[in-house]
């Protein structure tokens, strides 16, 4: 069982920056893929970003890349959105998410355990 707990999130001016990060209970982190995800009102949840076990390999939603970036410590069992240039599209709840063994990296269904979500708000 893994229990993940994000933090970051807040309110940011269009052009701003956040970095969320979910730390994970339990000793398997290191064994975990890791994922990122987001919803925002009326719709549904989408990939954003997802990070490998030991952080050799990322992927990012094309919506994302060149902005955003995902990283791991798995000494803290954390991992982090390092989120820049803020668009007021970019508003929603952002969850993350941990697999062992994901089917694939960016449907949500692919993952066991997930965060409680937490708010990001683009204003412009």
């Known amino acids: 069982q893994v229990r993940l707990v994000e933090s970051g999130g807040g309110l940011v001016q269009a052009g701003g920056s956040l970095r969320l990060s979910c730390t994970a209970s339990?000793?398997?982190?290191?064994?975990?893929?890791m994922g990122w995800f987001r919803q925002a009102p009326g719709k549904e949840r989408v990939f954003v970003a997802a990070?490998?076990?030991?952080?050799?390999?990322?992927h990012y939603a094309d919506s994302v890349k060149g902005r955003f970036t995902i990283s791991r410590d798995n000494a803290k069992n954390t991992v982090y959105l390092q989120m820049n240039s803020l668009k007021p599209e970019d508003t929603a709840v952002y969850y993350c998410?941990?697999?062992?063994?994901?089917?694939?990296?960016?449907?949500?269904?692919?993952?066991?355990?997930w965060g409680q979500g937490t708010q990001v708000t683009v204003s412009s």
């Open positions: 339990g000793r398997t982190f290191s064994r975990h893929v």
């Open positions: 990070i490998s076990w030991g952080g050799g390999s990322t």
């Open positions: 998410a941990a697999d062992a063994h994901p089917a694939n990296y960016y449907t949500p269904g692919s993952y066991d355990f």
